[in-house]
């Protein structure tokens, strides 16, 4: 298994190549997603453990991301372009509505540079948990906070 520390860094670094310059969700997965799921010990190859464009049925939209325990999806991922507006309330409503669909308590939704982390609760409520923002001093957390206001406190430094 990757180093985290290390992922994070070479992550941070590609972000303050890419950023503002418009890659794509396909890139931002391969280069800015797939190596943190790595690091945190998710075989983004074996099916057992990943599962790539989930779909509960086949007439579902497919999640980008279920990461599988006891062969039963236990949190969805949706990626966005790196850059994208993660605050966009159809975004939210995307990764949400899979999972009550699919009866998956925890969901992710991030640029691969911002983690916005929910979970689900039922009668489509969801409770935002965490927001996670690489930055070049380290990775931090975002922490809603009253009146719009967010707290910023450091994570990890990588």
Sequence with gaps: M??????LGTVRERIEKWQG??????????????PVLRALGWDTEDLEDVKLEYKRK???????????????????????ALGA???DQRWRYQILSYATVAGVE??????GNEYEIFATRSGNHARMMAIWR???????SLCPGTAGRSARRPMATA
Excluded: C, M
């Excluded at 310059?21 to 797939?34: F, H, N, R, S, Y």
């Excluded at 925890?106 to 640029?111: C, F, K, P, S, Y």
């Design 21 to 34: 310059q418009g890659i794509g969700e396909q890139d931002t997965k391969a280069t800015l997603i797939v």
């Design 2 to 7: 990757p180093d985290l520390d290390a992922v």
């Design 106 to 111: 925890w969901v992710a939704l991030t640029d």
């Design 134 to 140: 690489r930055s070049s001093t380290g990775f931090h």
């Design 85 to 87: 507006h993660l605050d």
């Design 58 to 80: 086949p007439t579902d939209n497919p999640v980008d991301y279920a990461l599988v325990l006891l062969r039963e999806p236990r949190l969805f991922i949706e990626a966005k």
